[in-house]
């Protein structure tokens, strides 16, 4: 499965951490805030799934 655009996203900023360490702070705030709305997603979709699943 090819990578998602956010993952392509978090690598690019992870890279502007080597070359930005004053900014690194609030690049891994970013990074974590994109990861925890992805999960979100994530558990929504398989709720949704598991919803509409759930009359067979």
Do not use: C, T
């Not at 080597?18 to 609030?26: G, Q, R, S, T």
């Not at 970013?30 to 709720?47: D, F």
């Amino acid at each position: 499965m090819p990578p998602l655009r956010q993952d392509k996203f978090i690598e690019q900023l992870q890279k502007l951490i080597e070359d930005f360490p004053e900014y690194a702070e609030i690049l891994e705030l970013l990074i974590e805030s994109i990861k925890e709305v992805k999960k979100a997603k994530l558990r929504l979709m398989l709720q949704r799934l598991k919803n509409n699943n759930s009359g067979w």
